[in-house]
């Protein structure tokens, strides 16, 4: 866990960082403001088809079920955008690890941190509107940062994961393609999680998505809050997947320049 708050290290995530902006949303007329108009786009999609079907879960309100697949879409488009992106970065910096020492760190670090601003600047405000509109309650917008935490965590020991099993085993972005898969059909970005037959819902509620999406969304456009247990479980989960993401990453390490 030390590696990730070394200063090369942070330095070097800096540097990438600005690059990965830079060419990203180069040209590009709303930037990083992308990250919020994606899922506006298409949760409204989304609400014009199911939104008769599923209103009726939300209070037969049109703009609150177009607002829980609005969070779906977020959550899902971060983690999954994320560690899609961060899978290829060792591989394709290769050159650079070649010319000069650089932690191996920092390119699947930078691409997580670049996807996470996007949606800090994009997204989060978004969020934190919908909450202060549905709820009235400060304390709910501050509360958002729970399981933004957890989504946070789980994000970047995902992305260590894939982007050093990327150098070894090059079928890995074919793996993780179908994985992506699942996730989303297991994930309630559409529809709501009460509509689920209990034993199936068992299952889907292994995808770690799918309580943050949950806890963001009882926070978001309730007045309740999740339950203390449940809360503590998001977090634990994140936690235990960015360790165990720092810690297969510092295993792979010290062969990777023999693969690249």
Known sequence: ???????????????????????????SFLGVLWSAVSPLAMASVYAAIFGHVFAAHYGNSLVRYASAVYIGL??????????????PSIVAGSGLLNKIRIPFEAFPLSTVAAYGFQHLVGTVPVLAALTLIDTGDPLHVIALLVPLAALAML??????????????????????????????LTSPIFYPASIVAPNVL???ALNPLFQIMEELR???????????GSTALTLGEGALVLAVGVAAFAAMRG??????
């Open 155 to 184: 994000t970047v020991g995902v992305a260590l994961i894939v982007s050093g099993a990327d150098v070894f085993f090059r079928d890995v972005p074919y793996i993780y393609d179908l994985a992506t898969f699942f996730i989303l």
């Open 255 to 260: 062969h990777f320049m023999e693969e690249l």
């Open 1 to 27: 866990m030390t590696r990730l708050v070394d200063p090369q290290l942070a330095d070097t995530v800096g540097v990438l960082f600005q690059r990965t902006l830079k060419t990203r949303y180069r040209g």
């Open 218 to 228: 009882i926070l978001i456009l309730t007045r309740s809050w999740p339950e203390l």
């Open 202 to 204: 068992r299952i889907l």
């Open 74 to 87: 977020a959550v899902s488009q971060l983690f999954i955008a994320g560690t899609a992106q961060a899978l």
